[in-house]
């Protein structure tokens, strides 16, 4: 059951459209990712989620409910960490979780989430204090603090060292675990290919494509790539032969191919007849980065 749906949602500024057309449902119980660059209209789609932004054209509606005309409804069932979120400088960690929690029914025991996000030690410290990450991580406590149905959660790991992004991304699991939708924003590959079960490419205020994040990558120009450097010359007219080749790039004597597993052993097969010994090489898969670049070029040729 979805219950998140955005159909030909539009939006713009001073004339400007940075939201054109988009569409997507999120089912229940689903992480949901937005991936794009910074200015892609990522953070404009989910305020019209939030209702914290009016739609220009379009339907949003968030468990069955208009998030602009039914708004209080839809904060019952919806948490929110925001890219942008500022709070009393002279709030101390401990005064915020409690006041977020004392907005709700049912509120989360605020104590384990302040101990998985690693704000134990910082609870009397004000916010004005708190460095960038640490305010992050207090953002996505009171995002969750509700026991909200659906959680949106926006850039969540900026400004986070490896390894409370890492610990982070722990949670995001765990919450989901726990029956929570997460529709999560994000311009990092490694993060939307770790967590998303599906994920809209957004560029240029579209959707550039929908899909799993092994469907976006099988649909990269070059699902393999193979990149050494040659014992002596090859011959271009044999390596543009090679099958399911999608590229092949020179660049200070090393040879750059992608295409697939069969490009791979063809390599070896031309590697072996031609007596060329493959220095320094390397064959890895390709990644949700690759996916993203092959996407982002079609949309802009």
Not at 26 to 38: A, Q, S, T
Not at 179 to 205: N, P, S, Y
């Amino acid at each position: 059951m979805s219950v998140i749906e955005v159909t030909d949602l539009r939006k713009s500024y001073g004339g400007r459209t940075v939201v054109d057309d988009v569409s997507f449902t999120v089912d229940e119980g689903e992480i949901f990712g937005i991936l794009g660059p910074n200015g892609a209209g990522k953070t404009t789609t989910v305020e019209c989620v939030e209702g914290l932004r009016v739609p220009d054209a379009g339907r949003v509606r968030v468990t069955g409910l208009d998030p602009v005309a039914d708004h209080a409804r839809v904060a019952r069932v919806l948490g929110a960490q925001l890219q942008e979120s500022e709070l009393q400088d002279k709030l101390t960690v401990r005064e915020a979780l409690e006041l977020y929690a004392a907005l709700y029914d049912k509120p989360a025991d605020w104590r384990p989430l302040a101990e998985r996000l690693g704000l134990t030690a910082r609870l009397t410290t004000r916010f004005g204090k708190l460095s960038g990450g640490q305010k992050q991580r207090l953002f996505i406590a009171l995002a969750l603090i509700g026991n909200p149905r659906i959680v949106v959660l926006d850039e969540l790991t900026t400004g986070l060292d490896p390894r409370a992004r890492r610990d982070t991304w722990e949670l995001v699991e765990d919450v989901r675990a726990n029956g929570v939708t997460v529709l999560l924003v994000t311009h990092f590959m490694e993060e939307a290919q770790r967590l998303c079960d599906r994920i809209a490419v957004i560029d240029k205020g579209r959707v550039a494509a929908l899909d799993t994040p092994a469907g976006l990558i099988r649909r990269s120009a070059g699902g393999t790539v193979i990149s050494f450097t040659p014992s002596a010359p090859l011959d271009d007219r044999d390596l543009n032969a090679l099958p399911a080749l999608a590229s092949v790039a020179h660049k200070d004597g090393r040879i750059t191919l992608s295409g697939t597993d069969e490009t791979v052993n063809a390599v070896i097969t031309l590697l072996a007849r031609s007596h060329v010994t493959a220095h320094q090489l390397r064959v890895s898969d390709a990644t949700l980065d690759d996916a993203f670049l092959d996407l982002t070029r079609e949309e802009a040729a």
